[in-house]
DNA sequence: CTGCAGGGGTAAA
DNA sequence: TTTACCCCTGCA
């Protein structure tokens, strides 16, 4: 497989992108890089200098999948000026965080991710994620030395007990899983139709599922269904919230909808940006 | 070394 | 509104 270089590509930072919460199959390698699986591709991601090296793709491929899962076509510039003014905690998290993106991702995978990602960590969640696709999914590649699985389709967490999902990192949730994916199938679910409801809808709709609650839905709606008005609210970010602009212990639901107000269509972006900068400073602690 | 508290969204009591 | 859920990490 070729490279695919982009050089001089500003607002992508490979470390911001992937270690904001958003995905879990992306991993850290000992030269800086990062290896991860989409859409039943392997792809490592690579930041020298300015340039951005994409390994183990081509045009065509990078062309047709990577570009629209970088959100390549999306000006963040633009956005990071918008979230900046009159904001100087907005100023301060968006050069924090200076190389986010929103990743679009699949929303099947997003679902049973965020499903896992209630109540847990996020080393545990990447370690379940890792081993349900090594179990149900189907075999990639071999590279550099390591063995890549797809994520596994819903019929696939259906093949056996419910126990059977309990692979570490799961726990309590195998039951959630199995639930979610039997809906999926009896009811030949597709997501993608809710991407043209309005977000109450959508929310409500991801709602329906076992092991989704109120951030659940957020997060899936953000990170696969393009509500980037969406504003998951988890410990970090009540934190954040509280601490800068709140100062009072504050309803979930009551940060959610001043944070919704407040950022308006933006709002996905500045969660991205405040829960980065929350987590690796360790706001409220 | 062993043991136990801490952490984290949702469902159900 | 409170509690249980699971399992790893960190610290005593």
Redesign the pocket.
């Known amino acids: 497989m070729e490279k695919k270089i982009i050089k001089r590509f500003k607002d992508f930072d490979p470390v911001h992108i992937f270690e904001c919460g958003q995905c879990f199959r992306w991993v850290r390698q000992e030269d800086g890089s990062f290896t991860g699986v989409a859409g039943g591709k392997v792809l490592n991601v690579k930041k020298e200098g300015e340039d951005i090296i994409f390994s183990n793709t081509d045009e065509e491929e990078f062309q047709n999948f990577w570009r629209n899962y970088f959100d390549l076509d999306t000006d963040y510039g633009k956005i990071k000026e918008e979230l900046r003014k009159n904001d100087s905690v907005m100023d301060e998290a968006v050069d924090f965080g200076q190389g986010i993106r929103i990743l679009k991702q699949d929303p099947w995978e997003m679902l049973i991710s965020f499903i896992i ?5 996020i ?2 969640i990447m ?1 379940g994620v890792k081993l349900l696709s090594e179990k149900y999914g189907e075999f990639i590649c071999d590279f550099r030395g390591e063995k890549y699985y797809s994520f596994p389709a819903p019929e696939k967490f259906l093949s056996g007990e419910i126990s059977d999902i ?1 692979v ?6 195998d039951k ?1 899983i199995y639930n979610t994916a039997s809906k999926f199938v009896d009811e030949k679910i597709d997501l993608d139709l809710l991407r043209n409801k309005d977000f109450d809808d959508m929310k409500k709709g991801l ?1 329906q ?9 957020n997060c899936i709606a953000l990170f696969s269904l393009d509500a980037l008005d969406a504003f998951p609210v ?3 970010v009540k934190k954040v919230m509280e601490y800068f602009y709140l100062h009072e212990d504050t309803d979930l639901k009551v940060i959610e909808d001043f944070s919704r107000k407040k950022f308006g269509k933006l709002s996905g972006y500045a969660q991205q940006y405040l829960f980065y900068y929350a987590r690796e400073k360790k706001i409220g602690k």
Do not use: E, Q
Not at 209 to 217: A, D, I, L, Y
């Open positions: 990602s209630a109540n847990n960590r080393p545990m370690r309990r570490s990192g799961i726990g309590f949730r959630y709602m599922f076992s092991g989704v609650g109120p951030k659940v839905s988890d410990t970090w």
